[in-house]
C-alpha cells in the first residue's frame, strides 16, 4: 500500500476524523442558520425542555449526554436570561421553560427548519434524513458500551 493510499483510508474509514471534520461542516451551517444570542447548544436544551415541561436536571443532563455540571453552568445561563424557571421538589431539581423561553424556542425551531433545508440542500434530503438516523444510533450504540 503506498503512503498515499494509506493517508487517505485512515482520512476516510476513522470515523474520528471524519466526524471531527464533519461536525465542524455541520456547525458552520448552523452558526449561519439559528440567529440567537447563544451557541446552538443551550437552543437543544429549551428544545428537550419544550418537549418535556417539569425534565429533571438528571433527566436531562441524561437525554443530551451531558455532564451535570455542563448542565448546571447550560441552566444558570437560560434562568438568568429568564427562558426557564427551576423548581425543587426534594433532591430534585425541575425545569420548565417560561413564556419568554416558549417564544425563544418558537424562533429557534424556525432555524432547524432552516438549517435542515440548508444541509439537505448540499446533501439531499433522504441522505441527510438517513445520516442523522445512523448518526444517532451509532451514539447510543457507544453510549451503551
Not at 35 to 64: C, N, W
Not at 87 to 116: A, D, P, W
Not at 129 to 136: C, G, T
Amino acid at each position: 500500500m503506498s503512503l498515499i493510499q494509506e493517508e487517505e483510508d485512515l482520512l476516510t474509514y476513522c470515523l474520528y476524523f471524519t466526524s471531527s471534520r464533519f461536525a465542524r461542516n455541520i456547525a458552520k451551517l448552523a452558526d449561519q442558520a439559528i440567529d440567537g444570542e447563544l451557541a446552538p447548544s443551550y437552543y437543544y436544551m429549551m428544545l428537550v425542555v419544550h418537549f418535556h415541561p417539569d425534565i429533571t436536571q438528571k433527566e436531562l443532563s441524561q437525554r443530551l449526554s451531558l455532564a451535570p455540571s455542563t448542565s448546571t453552568r447550560f441552566l444558570d445561563k437560560l434562568e438568568a436570561l429568564g427562558w426557564i424557571h427551576r423548581t425543587s421538589r426534594g433532591k430534585q431539581s425541575h425545569v420548565r421553560l417560561t413564556t419568554e423561553g416558549e417564544e425563544v424556542y418558537g424562533s429557534f425551531r424556525q432555524s432547524l427548519k432552516q438549517l435542515f433545508a440548508d444541509y439537505a440542500a448540499i446533501l439531499g434530503k433522504d441522505e441527510s434524513k438517513q445520516l442523522s438516523k445512523s448518526l444517532r444510533d451509532a451514539n447510543e450504540k457507544l453510549e451503551r458500551a
